[in-house]
């Protein structure tokens, strides 16, 4: 079987499928749209909370400090434990109400 040199740039693909697709899709599967009309249970909170809230964390973690030194290893050994408590006191506050 010969392979040419732009094999290696085509879209993968399981069982006929190609990958990007079902990588497109997957999201609006797991996290529907709720209407304005349900009841939010737990689930839905979680899910739109993460969904909403992770991103700004995030990008407040990238545009915080000083930008100009682009200095990223002092800032991974932070991440993880900022981020858990910024979720937990986010998501007590959100349940006390």
Not at 20 to 45: D, H, Q, Y
Not at 67 to 89: D, G, V
Request: glycine letters at 4%; hydrophobic letters at 50%.
């Amino acid at each position: 079987m010969m392979v040419s040199f732009f094999d290696q740039f085509a879209s993968p693909s399981f069982l006929g499928i190609p990958l990007i697709a079902v990588a497109i899709a997957l999201p609006w599967v797991l996290f529907p749209t709720p209407p304005s009309r349900w009841v939010n249970n737990r689930l839905i909170t979680v899910q739109t909370w993460l969904l909403t809230g992770l991103p700004i964390s995030l990008y407040f973690l990238l545009t915080w400090g000083d930008m100009i030194e682009h200095c990223w290893y002092p800032r991974q050994q932070n991440f993880s434990p900022l981020l858990t408590y910024k979720a937990f006191s986010r998501m007590a506050s959100r349940l006390e109400h």
